[in-house]
């Protein structure tokens, strides 16, 4: 059986050197842009290759994450960095775009792809996809149980990879929209703004609902080296040298003797991040949720406060350049504070008072002081060997004709309106004769008892589309295989996808459509989907208008009306009363939205819908002919719906509604 290897992050020299006498097998890092830590300090290219020499010295392999989604307008810059990346020795890239992965494969074939957990892999069909596709490695979603995992890691024939500690996102990764909704700030980008760490009210309690604790398997490796698990991943290219190295030499620890559990947990008690939880591998997801999102220990309260100093009695030893940060009661922004002589601090003991100098804040009594670092080892800031030097951009006429090959200008002559809902109930309000086709995301339950035979059905059977969910457990894929033989039976020959790899559930010889959660945001995604036989496609709805007719693409489905799921997670929340459609409303400082489960899934969307009929003269004006009105969410109303289509003919804004990224800008 190969070797379990710990895969280590890396954002600054100093980690780089910290993962090396952590134990690190190899080391995962980002460039300065296209990677989904745009916070992070990252690397220039130059850097890049200081390192790979560096690795080969210590025989550590270098994964570079290209894991972000691309713009129409970043295409020559990428092609740039892809054309970098084909002259180093880098083990292999990470990616989420599908248009990457297409301008990688199709014109730098000898780079090594690792499919990114912001690509949503989570069963098996999704393993099998990757593999026909050349993937080398997927990274597993971080919401399988183990005895997911177990079924996956037995059927699948490709390398798998999972993250066994660091921070946990709410949602699924790479189906999250909220920091996006909140002002074009992409989580798909690198941009996250943290939602799920914010408190949240409801009429009766203020809370951080959807913060999660973060994750710690240490007490499941041995099993998970069992399995044949190929990578265990630590999160954190964000954090700092000495988290890398401590959590790196747990894991480290465990793998080399599998009886060293206990030592290395206790290693990892001082890893300064947020309480831990097993999640969905651990079997513990009822306590998955903190009320405390803040990393570090908690170490003590603020004694006694004035404009020059604060107090605070410590519940651990404190050094000099060790790390504490002031948390002010009134969840306002918290203070880091280096502890040094110059605010006159001096090393104390467990159970000491602390008393610093620090007129730049105003903190008062009960503020939470957290230990955030504790650097008790140096590591170098500074590489010491130089890397080869490599051409940094791709030959003009070169770049040209690749991007020549991709996109096509071709514009329909007729316009076609796509109507979606997620309940049956939509049947009996809808006229059918006013639209071209109907998108039925429908629950396991409507879709038991959907009955085809019926003479309308029968009559309108060219006109549904069945749309297959985000998220597909192991246990559900003979449900879904099963649906979909049935209905194709029935007749139904239009089947649209939620993941890309679910056209494995599909019978031969039926050709998918994708929806907005199988990103086009670029044309090089467009003609990948092209060229894997996708018909019909949605824009994903965090588009914005300026990239939408950048592209050279006409063909896609332009959402006009739809409510985001700005979460969407298998994660529970305990926000209780509903209404009686099933919604529980919270709201944040500008916002008030709704929480409901379909399936199993949690999903949170606005109260309020986006809404862009106002700009569809302008989009049809720039050749494009097909749009969406999503009425998912929406209460079923034949009155609601007339007055939708009356909008959406002649380009009317409907009010109240917000217009998301669409005139801001993605950032």
């Known amino acids: ?52 020499t560096e690795s080969k010295k210590y025989g550590i392999k270098v994964y570079l994450t290209l894991n972000t989604l691309i713009k129409n307008s970043e295409l020559p810059e990428l092609l740039d960095v892809l054309y970098q990346v084909s002259q180093t020795t880098l083990a292999s890239i990470i990616i989420q775009d599908w248009g990457v992965y297409y301008l990688a494969r199709k014109f730098f074939p000898g780079i090594t792809l690792h499919a990114s957990t912001q690509m949503t892999f989570h069963n098996s069909i999704g393993t099998e996809y990757a593999n026909q596709k050349h993937f080398e490695r997927v990274i597993l979603a971080r919401e399988l149980t183990l005895e997911e995992l177990k079924i996956i890691s037995r059927k699948s024939k490709i390398e798998l990879e999972i993250f066994t500690h660091g921070a946990l996102c709410y949602s699924f990764s790479g ?58 991943k630590v999160e954190g290219r964000m954090k700092s040298a000495e988290y890398v190295y401590r959590v790196a030499k747990a894991y480290r620890m465990v793998i080399d003797d599998p009886e060293k559990i206990e030592p290395a947990k206790q290693l990892l008690s001082y890893d300064m991040g947020r309480e831990n939880t097993g999640y969905f591998l651990g079997g513990n997801v009822s306590n998955s949720i903190t009320e405390n999102p803040f990393i570090g220990i908690n170490i003590g309260k603020v004694t006694k406060a004035n404009k020059a100093e604060f107090s605070f009695m410590t519940s651990e030893k404190l050094k000099h ?68 030097k490599i051409n940094l951009s791709l030959p003009a006429k070169k770049k040209q004709n690749i991007l020549d090959k991709i996109g096509s200008g071709k514009q329909l002559h007729r316009d076609e309106l ?44 060219q006109k549904f589309i069945v749309e297959l969910p985000k998220f597909i457990k192991e246990d559900d894929i003979i449900f879904y295989r099963e649906l979909c033989l049935n209905l194709s039976r029935q007749g139904i020959k239009n089947f649209m996808l939620s993941h890309i790899s679910q056209k494995l559930l599909l019978p031969i010889g039926i050709r998918s459509s994708v929806n907005e959660n199988v990103y086009s945001l670029n044309d090089a995604a467009i003609q990948f989907l092209k060229e894997d ?17 950048s592209g050279k693409n006409r063909n896609g489905i332009v959402p006009l009306y739809f409510y985001p799921e700005l979460f969407h997670s ?27 489960v379909r399936d199993g899934i949690t999903i949170v969307i606005p109260e309020l819908p986006v809404s862009l009929f106002q700009y569809k003269d302008d989009i049809h004006k720039n050749g494009f002919r097909r749009f969406l009105i999503d009425l998912s969410y929406e209460k079923p109303s034949q009155n609601t719906f007339n007055r939708l289509q009356k909008r959406y003919k002649y380009s009317e804004a409907e009010q109240p509604g917000y217009g998301f990224n669409f005139k801001l800008g993605l950032s």
């Open 1 to 52: 059986m190969k070797k379990t290897e710990l895969l280590l992050p890396v954002g600054n020299t100093e980690s780089f050197y910290a993962a090396i006498e952590g134990g690190a097998d190899a080391i995962y890092l980002g460039l300065r842009n296209f990677n989904a830590r745009n916070r992070a300090k990252n690397f220039t290219i130059k850097q890049l290759q200081s390192i790979l």
């Open 175 to 232: 189906l999250c929209l909220f920091s996006s909704f909140l002002g074009g700030m992409s989580a798909n980008r690198g941009q996250c703004r943290q939602p799920c760490r914010r408190i949240y009210k409801t009429e009766d309690e203020e809370n951080y609902f959807f913060s999660l604790k973060d994750n710690q398997q240490i007490e499941i490796v041995p099993e998970l080296m069992k399995l044949g698990i190929s990578a265990l």
């Open 533 to 549: 036989n996708t018909g019909l496609y949605i824009y994903p709805y965090e588009f914005d208008f300026d990239n939408l007719i």
């Open 418 to 461: 796509f109507v979606r809902i997620n309940s049956l109930s939509w049947l009996r309000k809808l006229y059918l004769d006013k639209f071209d086709q109907l998108i039925l995301n429908l629950t396991k339950t409507e879709w038991s008892i959907l009955n085809l035979e019926s003479p309308f059905m029968r009559k309108n059977i």
């Open 321 to 388: 350049n060790y790390r504490i940060r002031v948390q002010p009661q009134n969840g306002m922004d918290s203070k880091a504070i280096k502890l040094k002589a110059e605010y006159g601090f001096v090393d104390v003991d467990r159970n000491e008072t602390v008393t610093l100098n620090y007129p730049q804040a105003t903190f008062t009594k009960g503020d939470n002081v957290f230990l955030i670092g504790a650097p008790d080892k140096k590591f170098r800031t500074k590489f010491q060997l130089d890397g080869k």
């Open 570 to 596: 298998r994660m529970p929340v305990k926000i209780d009363h509903p209404d009686p459609n099933g919604y529980t409303y919270f709201k944040d400082r500008d916002n008030t939205y709704r929480k409901t």
